[in-house]
Every structure is written in structure tokens, then in C-alpha cells.
């Protein structure tokens, strides 16, 4: 007999993604709300959710993992299945792990504390293998995920979100704040902020908390981004003669280090307090090679490509949302190389096959773990210019 709470369902093809791997189905069936099911888990989906099947329909249960057979509650519904949560774990997973922060079960920002760091990076090897083949590429070289120098306290800010009483971050899958006293994401002195801006209260909205008072953007995991430095040099094999074009270049995170290996170097950034910062720096080292620039990147490559200006290597490192139409901007540039960094799967697939379609070959696919204990996984890459006639 059918409930007030029964809701129904029809499993809907899944749209073409880097979660492409996702069964299809047409099984139509209903699931009441608060009803328990047991089911095996069968994968980490993209978005870093277990996902199992139960009568053909998929259930989505967070912080479950592959092979563990769980007793779930059916929560609400979504296009292609069901929500669920755990109420029962039958058989766990051989590297589940107690999550040691008090507010994981509730609290939006982690998704893996219930998985041990080598188990995190397994997942993340796969998606990046996932990726590659989402690309259709054979050849490329996949390096192993670069793991993190410290897995806990490697923050160095984050945003978290007042309601005018309360202070805290987003629950998982809803707008609902989950009150925190700290965050074990943030190292020592993010810590200390946090608390103090705690104590101190916030007006209703995002409460920006940074380890000092700069401003613009700035890589989140010290550590990691040393890393990251160093694999763009090494990677990016620069010649002393080379002319690079750097774009998103933010206070010059990375264009003090490539100036180092080349002829010159053309900075753009958007964010003018943080060009201020990065032409302080240069002062400073006394860098005459760089020239930064602040203005929108497609604008910018626009009018390269009136004056014809060439480089031989382009760095980008865009926002989420990717480069949008600089594609075909750079693409007018024609540079030999290009060093992409993303820390956005869907638009980094979506630039890179408008690269390769008009002849830029994929040569190193590199997972950078920059955000431990969450889905999240930079990418870092290096593309080639096949043959300059293809474009
Ligand atoms: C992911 S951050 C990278 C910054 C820098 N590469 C780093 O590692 O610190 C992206 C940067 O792009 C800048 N940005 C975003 N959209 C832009 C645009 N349309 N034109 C110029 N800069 C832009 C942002 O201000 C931000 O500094």
C-alpha cells in the first residue's frame, strides 16, 4: 500500500560527464521516505558519494565506500535515484578509519575522513584515470597523485558562513549551518582566527578567515603548492630563450619561479590588489623579465593576436569556471606548450578536448591532492602543439 511518503522514481540515463561510468537504466520503482534497505556499495562516484543499486535504482549514501554492505535509510529524492544514510555499516571497508573531527557526519566540507590517506589518493588515481579516458587519450603520460605534505591543519584559509547567531559551515546536501567550534582542515594559526571570528560574531552570510590579512586569491595548502611549483618547472621543461604567457598569474604564485628559467615573461591577472602585491615582490627580487599585467585574460588575448605577439609556452591556472572562450583566444596565439592547472574536472575536460580538437596533443596528466579529507583534486598538465598546420 502506497504512503503519503512513498515517492517515486524513474532512473534517467546519466548525462555525459567525468562520472560517464554510471549505469543506465529505465527501472521505475518506489521508496518511501525513512525506509531501510541494505545494499552494497559498488563505487565513489565523481562526486565523491557512494553509490549502490538496489532494484535497479541507484542509491546515492554518503561517506560509504566501494564493496561495503550497508543497512541505509532512504532519505529524498533526486533526478536519477535516491538520497540515503547510513544507519548501520554490516560489512566495512579494510581501510574505513574513525573520522576524527566531532562534526563529520553532518558538516558539507569533508567527504573521506572515514578513509585512510592511502585509500583517498586510490580513489583519486582512479578518477584521474577516469578523466584520461573521458579525454580518449592513450598516450598521455598519468603521474601518480601528488600526495599532501600534512593531511590535517593544512589550510591556510577557508569560508565559513553565519547565519547573525550562529557560525559554521553548510550541512552535506543542504543550506542548513552545522555550528563549529574549529575545523581540523585548518592548520594552527587559521585556527586561531577561526575562534577569534567565532567569539566575535559575523552578520548573516560568507565569513572569509585567513592565516594573515592578505587579499586575492592564494593556493589553500602551503605545502602542497611548493609541490606544485616545483612539478611546473620540472615539468614544463622551459628554454632560456623562451617567451611565456602567464594567465590568471594572481600575486605571481608561480611566474617569480618561471621567470627564473626563461627569457621573459607576461603576467595577466584580473585582481589588481593582488598585481600590486606581486609587482612588490618583484621590486624586491629586482625580477626585470616580468611584466605583469592587470586586465580580463580574454581581452588580453585579443589584442595579442591583433599585434601578433608570440609565446612560446602559455601557463593557465583559470577559476573554476575554466577558460571559457580564451580557448579560442589561445588557440589564435598558437603557442608549442601549454601548462594547464585546474582545480575543476568538468571544465578542464571541457577545455582540453577544444585544445586537442584543434591539434594540441595531451602529454602529462598529473592529480595534485591539494584539499586532503574532501573529493576535491587538482589537475596539473602539460599539452603540446602537434602539428602548427592543424590549426
Ligand atoms: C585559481 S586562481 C590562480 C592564481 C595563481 N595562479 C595562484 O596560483 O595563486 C585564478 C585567478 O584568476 C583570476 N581571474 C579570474 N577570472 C579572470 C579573468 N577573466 N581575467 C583575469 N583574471 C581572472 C582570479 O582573480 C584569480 O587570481
Redesign the pocket.
Known sequence: MKTKNDIKTKRKKPSVGVDSTLKASTATTHLARGQEITVTIEKINAYGVGEAYFEGIRIRVPATAEQEVVTVEIEEKFSGGFWAKVKSIKKPHPERVPAPCPYFNECGGCDFQFLSYPEQLRYKNNEIRNLAKYLGVQDVCIKDVLPSPDIYGYRNRLSLQSDGNKIGFYAKKSHELVAIKNCLLASDALQIKIAEQIKSGAPMGRVDVRENDSS????VNTGQNTQLQKWMIEQASFKKRDHVLEL????G??TFHIADKVQSVVA????SQ?VETARKVQKKLDKKNIQFIV????ETLHDFATQMKLFDVIVC???RSGLKSSVGAILRLKPKKIIYIS?DRQTFCEDVKKLMSAGYELKVLQGVDMFPQTRHIEVASVLELKNKRAI
Open positions: 586575492g586569491f592564494i593556493q590568471y598569474c594572481g600575486a604564485n608561480f595577466v591577472e584580473g585582481d593582488s586586465s580580463d585574460v580574454l591556472d583559470p577559476p582545480c
